[in-house]
């Protein structure tokens, strides 16, 4: 694999049930960060990782978990989706050895949820 | 509140010249971006100033007045492929990055 995965591509979930969102990366990259985008909305953080075994809260964190076992994978768990959670949901990782917002960030293809 | 505003939508001809202008209120500024994104499809880099003034990179070039809260993303040799939304991201006081809505560009032929 080149660069950021993300799985699934998509999915339909009923409300209530829990999910995780999977993101890998192999740049080797420091930080870690999860977005949704909604239309009309700018992206919007839900949790970032500056480096392995650290997390933090973003703009909109509230229904939603993260880990940082290791530098290259940062799963986004949803404990009991809410139609409110349907969104295009985004990975990116960026080179940064302090996790600033000055360093270009890369993003996954994403993945579309569906909250019924 | 902390605030980044761009025209919604735009719409410009094949091989002519569009510029789309970004507005910033932040707490403290530490950069901005201009990425890329074709609908469906991950952002894509296309340029960073921290400096007032212009960055030239092909047919893209940025320009950032940090008085003015201002930037504006030009687009010249317009072709239809560059037809996306362009999101412009202010990294604040703390380093967090705030994004914009983005603007949808429409290149017509």
């Known amino acids: 694999i080149a660069g950021i995965t993300q799985a699934p591509t998509s999915q339909i979930l009923a409300a209530g049930r829990r999910m995780t969102l999977r993101c890998t990366q192999d740049?080797?990259?420091?930080?870690m960060y999860w977005y949704r985008q909604d239309l009309g909305l700018g992206l919007r953080l839900i949790h970032y990782?500056?480096?392995?075994?650290?997390?933090g809260k973003g703009e909109v964190p509230d229904g939603y978990s993260v880990s940082r076992a290791n530098t290259d994978d940062f799963p986004l768990t949803l404990a009991s989706a809410v139609p409110s959670q349907t969104s295009v949901y985004f990975c990116?990782?960026?080179?940064?050895?302090?996790?600033?917002?000055?360093?270009?960030?890369?993003f996954g293809p994403g993945t579309r949820l569906t909250v019924l | 509140g902390q605030n980044i505003d761009q025209p919604t939508e735009m719409t410009a001809t094949e091989g002519a010249i569009v510029q789309i202008n970004c507005t910033y209120q932040?707490?403290?500024?530490?950069?901005l971006f201009w990425y890329q994104q074709h609908a469906g499809e991950a952002p894509t880099f296309l340029s960073y100033?921290?400096l007032d003034g212009l960055e030239e990179k092909g047919r893209f070039s940025s320009f950032l007045s940090r008085s003015k809260g201002y930037s504006y993303l030009l687009l010249k040799e317009l072709q239809m492929k560059d037809s996306a939304s362009y999101l412009c991201?202010?990294?604040?006081?703390?380093?967090?990055?705030?994004w914009g809505a983005g603007t949808k560009l429409i290149i017509k032929p």
């Open positions: 100033n921290v």
């Open positions: 991201a202010v990294t604040d006081s703390n380093y967090q990055l705030i």
């Open positions: 932040t707490s403290g500024f530490n950069g």
């Open positions: 740049m080797r990259h420091n930080a």
């Open positions: 990782s500056n480096t392995a075994g650290t997390t």
């Open positions: 990116a990782s960026s080179d940064s050895a302090s996790g600033s917002g000055t360093d270009t960030q890369y």
